[in-house]
């Protein structure tokens, strides 16, 4: 599924005073990685008023949303969190007052209350105890038609699953935090987990035209 050049062009603009390395990020990203267009033209966060993006990086998914949004002022509040400082600061440069950003650990930062909440591709950096309770304060956040959007690796997506792990390490080594265990899980423990938890999940395939073995679940609280 291929995004609409307009909306990668939109989008991407914003970056131009954030830097060249984060505009030529954010027009690659929004080009090439399929969650973008998934979330937009399945509606995943069609209504929702209060958005928090855990592990943000530098807002990519707030400016995707403001792009197919268009002029009007955006029905939502839209807040993400990094722990990386340069990061939320190419956002805040980005996107300015439309949207909230916040340097901050996931394991440690209040979330507040929302009825969207997105983890894009950052839970195996922490270890499986973390995750759980991450995972146990984003149910509690949540009110009771909410929505989580949860992109993983699949432990058991072979060649893909080991290339994104790659991938996974060489960020790391750029961005001068080294070489880290990363602790994943198939698809079905995911899904086992979340049901503990208390959220029913519906799974997406995020594997078409990319070489990685990614899934994204949409898990709605029980």
Known sequence: ???????????????????????HFARGKLQGDPIFEVIRSRRLLENRRQILDLGCGQGLLAAWLLAAHGAS????????????????????C???????????????????????IVILDVLHYIDYADQ???LERVRQALVADGVLLLRVGDADGG?????????????????????????CRSTMQWRELLATLGFDCETISMSAGVPFANVLIVATPR
């Not at 990094?82 to 956002?91: G, H, M, P, S, T």
């Not at 790659?166 to 961005?175: G, H, K, R, T």
């Open 1 to 23: 599924m291929s995004p609409s050049a307009n909306l990668v062009k939109a989008a991407s603009e914003r970056y131009r005073d954030a830097g060249r390395f984060a505009y």
């Open 73 to 92: 002022p955006p029905p939502w509040v839209f807040r993400g969190v990094d722990c990386v400082q340069r990061c939320i600061e190419r956002a805040r």
């Open 94 to 116: 980005a996107l300015g007052s439309q949207a909230e950003f916040t340097e901050g650990d996931m394991r440690r930062t209040d979330f507040g209350r929302a009825d969207g």
């Open 132 to 134: 759980r309770s991450v």
């Open 159 to 183: 060649l893909g699953f080991k290339l994104g792990n790659w991938v996974d390490q060489m960020v790391l080594l750029a961005s001068g935090r080294g070489l880290q265990r990363l602790h």
